[in-house]
C-alpha cells in the first residue's frame, strides 16, 4: 500500500531561519512527487514535481530535492509569507490507479 | 485564466439532511476530481472523471455519495443523507493532462459542517 509521511508535522522558524521539509513515502514504482503549497481556507497550489532520484526543482526560496526514499522541501531565508501548510504527494506506477496519495502536511510558521 | 469554482464555500446542516456541492473546472481541463479533506490531514481522494466518464470511483461512499459530470464540464457531488463524520472540506480539482504531471489545480473549497 502506498505511504506518505511528512515530518514534521509543524515548525515554527524565525525570519532568515533556513531549514528542510521531510516526505517519506513507501509505493511500488514511483512515477511522481509531488509538492503543493496550502494556505489556509484555500485549496492546495501545485508548486513542483519530481520525477527521479538526484531531481532537484527550485523556485525563489524553495527548493525540493528527491531520493529513493523521501523528498526534501528546503526553506532557505524564509519570510512571514512563507508560512502555510506543505503538502507532499505520491503517484505510483502500479497501484492507487495513479492517483495522487498526500500526506498529512507540514505546517509552516516564520515569524518576522 | 479563471481558476476552478466550487460553491458553496460553506455550509451547516443537520444530520440526515441532504447536501449537494457544484464545481466548474478551468475551461478546456478534462479530468476532474473530487477530494476530502479532514482537519489536519491530507486531501483524499473521493472520484476522478475523464470528460464524463467516472474512471475512478473506488473511494466514494456509495451507498450516500453521488457525483455526476454531465457534458464532461461541471460536475456535482451529492452526500444523502449526511452523517456527522461527513463534516469535512470537499476539495475540486482538474488538470489536462489526467495528473499525468501531477499539476492538478484546486478550488477554495466546500467546507461541510453537519451538527
Known amino acids: 500500500e502506498d505511504q506518505v509521511t511528512q515530518s514534521p508535522e509543524a515548525l515554527r522558524l524565525q525570519e532568515g531561519e533556513s531549514s528542510s521539509l521531510n516526505c517519506s513515502y513507501t509505493v511500488s514504482g514511483l512515477r511522481g512527487l509531488f509538492w503543493y503549497r496550502q494556505d489556509p481556507g484555500k485549496g492546495p497550489e501545485f508548486l513542483f514535481t519530481?520525477?527521479?532520484a538526484g531531481e532537484e526543482k527550485e523556485k525563489e526560496r524553495l527548493k525540493a530535492t528527491l531520493t529513493k526514499k523521501e523528498s526534501f522541501l528546503h526553506i532557505t531565508a524564509p519570510k512571514p509569507e512563507d508560512s502555510a501548510t506543505y503538502l507532499c504527494?505520491?503517484?505510483?506506477?502500479?497501484?492507487?490507479?495513479?492517483?495522487?496519495?498526500f500526506g498529512k502536511g507540514t505546517k509552516l510558521s516564520v515569524k518576522p | 485564466e479563471a481558476g476552478v469554482v466550487q460553491s458553496p464555500r460553506y455550509k451547516i446542516i443537520e444530520k440526515k439532511q441532504p447536501v449537494a456541492f457544484w464545481c466548474n473546472p478551468i475551461s478546456g481541463h478534462n479530468t476532474l476530481y473530487w477530494y476530502r479533506q479532514n482537519l489536519g490531514q491530507g486531501p483524499e481522494l473521493l472520484i476522478r472523471?475523464?470528460?464524463?466518464?467516472?474512471?475512478?470511483d473506488s473511494q466514494l461512499p456509495k451507498d450516500r455519495f453521488s457525483a455526476e459530470r454531465l457534458k464532461g464540464v461541471d460536475s456535482t457531488l451529492k452526500i444523502q443523507p449526511a452523517e456527522l463524520g461527513d463534516s469535512a472540506v470537499y476539495l475540486c480539482?482538474?488538470?489536462?493532462?489526467?495528473?499525468?504531471?501531477?499539476?492538478?489545480?484546486f478550488g477554495e473549497g466546500s467546507r461541510l459542517t453537519v451538527l
Open positions: 472523471y475523464e470528460n464524463e466518464e467516472a474512471v475512478d
Open positions: 480539482a482538474s488538470s489536462s493532462n489526467g495528473g499525468g504531471t501531477g499539476e492538478l489545480f
Open positions: 519530481l520525477y527521479s
Open positions: 504527494a505520491v503517484q505510483d506506477y502500479g497501484g492507487s490507479q495513479g492517483n495522487l496519495i
